[in-house]
């Protein structure tokens, strides 16, 4: 039985994606929804573009803080954890902290060298987890 669900999100297109899989579980009432997002710390900042302004730090959290609120009135009876750090380490560590018995994560569906240049958080969490991980394949969209 799952009472506990950790549900990893990056506010990212695959984040709505995830949060739309979670209605295909079977989540009994009582479990405990945790979804969480990690503002990576500054040296693994993959994400972002040198040409780009960075938004503040504390702007960063209140737009994440923002998007899971969100989230959160979509999933009822969830609630927040915004942590820093390496997502997959922290991902990982939340689990953990939470006795999770499944981590839900999201997949940007890299492939060949980029997945294993860029590191695929997804697949690090696979690896380590030490419980059950749902992995949702994000739907790439084309016109």
Do not use: W
């Not at 506990?4 to 994606?17: F, G």
């Not at 959290?61 to 009822?76: C, F, H, K, R, T």
Request: net charge negative; proline share 5%; hydrophobic share 40%.
């Amino acid at each position: 039985m799952v009472k506990t669900i950790l549900v990893a999100l990056d506010c990212s297109t695959t984040s709505e994606q995830v949060i739309e899989a979670l209605d295909a579980l079977y989540i009994p009432s009582h479990s405990k929804i945790i979804l969480a997002h990690v503002l990576p710390s500054s040296d693994h900042e993959g994400d972002s573009h040198p040409e780009q302004p960075h938004p503040s730090p504390s702007l960063r959290y209140q737009q994440v803080e923002e998007q899971l609120q969100a989230y959160q009135a979509q999933v009822s009876g969830s609630f927040m954890e915004i942590v820093n750090g390496d997502p997959a380490e922290e991902i990982i560590r939340l689990a953990n902290i939470y006795n999770a018995d499944l981590i839900v994560i999201g997949t940007r569906g890299l492939q060949g060298v980029t997945r294993v240049i860029e590191r695929s958080v997804s697949d690090q969490v696979v690896a380590e987890a030490t419980c059950s991980v749902f992995v949702v394949k994000s739907q790439k969209f084309s016109i």
